[in-house]
């Protein structure tokens, strides 16, 4: 039993930190929002790239892939640092879901082709067409009257090179596609959050896109599900972190009846109890790295339970972060509503805290 | 990283089972807070320190084995599977202990932690006073130097809320002997046999009728000074360590809530799954799987050398929000029979439900800890 990182992990967590307190300062992310289309994707691309040169959309993609070859482990860190700093771009959707999925269905065609764009031309990925539901996973994706294939809320697809498109039909069950950008078209759903890249996507149904189908295919989505949610809920932990940080110090420097609020204990509990739910969500998300990356049998259970703590953990630190800010968190111009609108996304995406509630009292009665 | 428990730890965790499986009674004992189930969980203690079973942690002079952290753990996880009695000892071997060790004499560890260990001496903790519960520094019970009796101390005073205070042997409690020093400093703890002349015990019934705390006067009680733990005047930080242990790993093993959990699972399934209770039953499971794996993760920094850090104050205000919520669970599954006293099933919900209630109030209430979290952890102001 040794349930801590290695010296490696927590450096690589460090450059990922010191890299994106330069490149996704909040003043960055303020700019991201008011800027036209072409200095957005400027701003996108050069933090892309310098994400790419870490190797982070890599991080797991095995080294006879030319990847990094390491693991969910190693990846949990980053993913936290990426929740810390609100980073608008897909690197969950790159580095944890499409390349792992990927990687695992080498050495069919697409997919190698598909992960040699991830790893060589640092093309970035979407992912949609796959909804958690208490009774487990529906797809999303329609088929329309002329075989179009359509995905609602696709994140990442404004700015993705190729797109992880999922769809079930009720006779053949799921197909799972890796379709080029340039044989989609996106249309953007606004989003409360501007950094939330989401758009409806019309995709053809083609041979030469397919990754899997049948039961292949099945037990694809359903391990790419449960990523998500472990990934999610590490992005989680990195908002819940920033959120009480940004809590903490207002609370220290705002004074109200000559003394700092936070010295007052209304205000002292209300961010203690966001505190202790932050540090118990954390070692269940861990541990749901762990069960990935050793491919536990109760991967799905551990995915799920990481997924509802830390979505009630970052659901409570950003109620209590508005309410501890008072009315200028309200605003705009305060840096805090970056982090409540990713949470607020983050916190439902991919199952909400009592879905996965649901999925885990299931796995415990299945098992 | 490495979930896993390693092929030693598995032997162990295999060979605890076994001789729990042996020996555990197969009856339950009656309650440790009537006379006769403090004698019958005093035999129990004693029944596993034979086989050197009732404190593998400690060295192994002194009566335990000498394991780690992790062999800890795997043997709590392996008591409450096997639903073996409270520990009526508890008090001595998780608190005082671990305080004696860092703290006593060569001569007091050799002393105390033997009949300790057996059962042949059972603690409880004089701490709470009338006027002092949160605010713990502003205790009065005093202790003076002997005028007429040199190197012995006399004390003074009352002591409150003392669990398994009623049929206690030795109490371990903090005095204040200098009274002009400031309120942290000018405290002394001291070991104190509950027969020494002076000592008067009134046990108080508690909300089940059950006389499990008592309140303790000291009237002229002579100490000899060697029954002093930790330097005179530095009551408060020997102190603080106990609380450390209390509040952070020692106290409450995760074994105890994921094998609450676990029933209540069973509960849940029995009654035919799916109801009200359906959210608050996962929940509860979470929680003390959370728990399990925080302690996993604390264990595994101290193993590595480090310290337990302040993220420990986080604990307590968690185990016990967690067993109110387990029981509360369980007793919203049993509806218009919780509150019946049947032995079984009702019964052990709503004694383990009034129990968890002080959960949030003793060893520090939980207002207090949220200060503690605050204060070390967000570095807010003091108020």
């Keep these: 039993m040794d349930f801590a990182f290695t010296d490696e992990q927590e450096a690589l967590r460090e450059g990922v930190r010191t890299v994106l307190d330069t490149e996704c300062t909040p003043d960055a992310l303020r700019a991201f929002e008011l800027a036209d289309e072409s200095a957005r994707v400027a701003q996108s691309q050069n933090r892309w790239a310098v994400l790419a040169e870490l190797g982070a959309p890599a991080l797991v993609v095995p080294e006879a892939a030319d990847g990094l070859g390491l693991n969910d482990v190693d990846l949990v860190g980053v993913l936290e640092e990426a929740g810390r700093a609100g980073l608008p771009e897909p690197l969950l959707q790159t580095a944890a879901l499409a390349a792992p999925t990927l990687a695992a269905l080498l050495p069919d065609p697409a997919a190698t082709a598909a992960l040699a764009a991830l790893v060589r031309d640092d093309v970035s990925f979407a992912v949609g067409g796959i909804d958690v539901t208490p009774g487990g996973l529906v797809s999303p994706t329609e088929v329309s009257a002329d075989g179009t294939l359509r995905t609602p809320r696709v994140v990442g697809a ?38 939330r890249d989401l758009s409806t996507v019309h995709w053809p149904l083609a041979s030469d896109t397919l990754l899997a189908y049948g039961v292949a295919a099945e037990a694809a989505v359903g391990l790419l599900a449960d990523r998500a949610a472990a990934g999610t809920a590490a992005l989680l932990i990195g908002l819940t972190e920033r959120m009480l940080d940004l809590s903490a110090a207002y609370a220290k420097e705002r004074h109200q009846f000559g003394k700092p609020i936070g ?4 205000v002292k509990h209300l961010l203690a109890d966001a505190r202790v739910a932050l540090e118990f969500a954390r070692p269940a998300t861990y541990r749901a790295a762990w069960s990935l990356a050793t491919a536990q049998p109760t991967l799905s259970h551990d995915a799920s339970m990481a997924k509802a703590m830390a979505s009630d953990a970052a659901d409570r630190a950003a109620r209590v972060a508005l309410q501890v800010h008072g009315a200028i968190g309200y605003t705009w111009e305060c840096d805090l509503h970056f982090f409540l609108k990713e949470t607020w996304a983050l916190s439902r995406d991919w199952g909400d805290a009592a879905t996965h509630r649901r999925l885990v009292l299931a796995q415990l009665r299945a098992g | 990283m490495d979930l896993t428990f390693s092929p030693e730890e598995e032997a162990f965790r295999a060979e605890a089972r076994a001789w729990l499986a042996a020996h555990v009674p197969t009856r339950a004992l009656p309650s440790l807070d009537t006379a006769e189930g403090f004698e019958a969980h005093r035999a129990w203690e004693h029944t596993m320190f034979q086989d050197r079973w009732s ?9 335990g084995r000498d394991v780690g952290i992790f062999d800890w753990l795997v043997f709590e996880e392996e008591y409450y ?36 260990a057996a059962g042949d001496e059972i603690w409880c903790q004089g701490w709470s006073e009338p006027d002092a519960g949160s605010d713990l520094a502003g205790i009065r019970s005093r202790a003076a130097r002997d005028t007429a009796h040199d190197g012995h101390w006399i004390l003074n005073g009352q002591k409150t809320w003392a ?41 108080i019934p508690q909300i ?22 930790g330097e005179v005047g530095a009551g408060w930080s020997v102190a603080m360590a106990t609380a450390g242990s209390e509040r ?13 959990a676990d029933r209540l699972l069973q509960l849940y399934a029995s009654r035919g799954g799916p109801s009200g209770s359906t959210d608050a039953v996962a929940q509860a499971h979470m929680d003390a799987e959370a728990y399990k794996l925080h302690t996993y993760w604390t264990a595994s920094r101290v193993a590595r050398g480090h310290a337990v850090g302040p993220e420990a104050s986080c604990n307590k205000i968690f ?19 919780a509150e019946l006293l049947e032995a079984g099933a009702p019964g052990e919900w709503l004694d383990g439900y009034l129990f968890s209630l002080a959960g949030p109030i003793y060893a520090g209430t939980n207002e207090i800890q949220r200060n503690v979290v605050a204060e070390r952890l967000l570095g807010l102001p003091r108020g």
């Design chain 1, 263 to 266: 010295s007052f204990q209304a």
């Design chain 2, 248 to 260: 952070g790993l020692s106290l409450r093993s995760p074994a105890r809530y994921t094998e609450a």
């Design chain 1, 158 to 195: 404004r700015d993705a090179g190729l797109l992880l498109l999922a769809v079930r039909d009720a006779d053949s069950g799921w197909q799972l596609h890796a379709v080029p950008a340039a044989s989609c078209t996106a249309y953007a759903t606004p989003a409360l959050s501007a950094s």
């Design chain 2, 319 to 337: 185990w016990s929000e967690t067993d109110v919520a387990i029981h509360t669970a369980a007793l919203d599954l049993l509806g218009p029979e």
């Design chain 2, 163 to 203: 669990s398994r205070g009623a049929f206690a042997d030795w109490c371990f409690g903090i005095f204040r002997t200098d009274p002009e020093a400031e309120r942290h400093r000018g405290l002394t703890y001291f070991l104190i046999a509950m027969d020494t002349p002076g000592v008067t015990v009134r046990p």
């Design chain 2, 208 to 229: 089940d009728g059950e006389t499990g705390f008592a309140e303790i006067f000291f009237d002229n009680v002579e100490v000899p000074e060697d029954q002093v733990l």
């Design chain 2, 55 to 63: 404190v593998v942690s400690w060295p192994v002079e002194y009566g």
């Design chain 2, 81 to 116: 599977r096997a639903r073996a009695p409270k520990r009526v000892s508890q008090n001595g071997i998780f608190l005082l202990a671990p305080t004696m060790l860092e703290y006593g004499t060569e001569a007091q560890k050799a002393r105390y932690l033997p009949p300790m």
